[in-house]
Nanobody, 123 residues
Framework: QVQLVESGGGSVQAGGSLRLSCSAS????????MGWFRQAPGKEREFVAV???????DYADSVKGRFTISRDEDKTTVYLQMNSLKLEDTAVYYC?????????????????WGQGTQVTVSS
């Protein structure tokens, strides 16, 4: 059974930091990219960051310079370090796996998803 399990969400004041983790089980991620998406109340799910098997990463403009995506050595766990958090970063954050040769921010490219973890930023 394939599982992506996120953790690390919570409540933080604006300007603070959180580190999200996503661990994969039941799946061989060889060649897969791992991405983070988020969905705020009343809004569509949006791309946050992707880390490809090659090691390259991309970020949404809204988080560039504040968020960093990384993976552990065996590439089964992906992290999202979130610094300088803003009120507008409040959302449910999802990790996802993309099996394509090149993965971007299109959620349709991702075939496995975690259940999400809530991040709430307050003033």
């Amino acid at each position: 059974q394939v599982q992506l399990v996120e953790s690390g969400g919570g409540s933080v004041q604006a300007g603070g930091s959180l580190r999200l983790s996503c661990s994969a089980s039941g799946i061989t991620l060889s060649g897969d990219a791992m991405g983070w998406f988020r969905q705020a109340p009343g809004k569509e799910r949006e791309f946050v960051a992707v880390n490809r098997w090659s090691g390259s990463s991309d970020y949404a403009d809204s988080v560039k310079g504040r968020f960093t995506i990384s993976r552990d050595e065996d590439k089964t766990t992906v992290y999202l370090q979130m610094n300088s958090l803003k009120l507008e970063d409040t959302a449910v954050y999802y990790c996802a796996a993309c099996p394509l040769a090149y993965c971007s921010g299109d959620s349709n490219d991702y075939n496995y998803w975690g259940q999400g973890t809530q991040v709430t930023v307050s003033s």
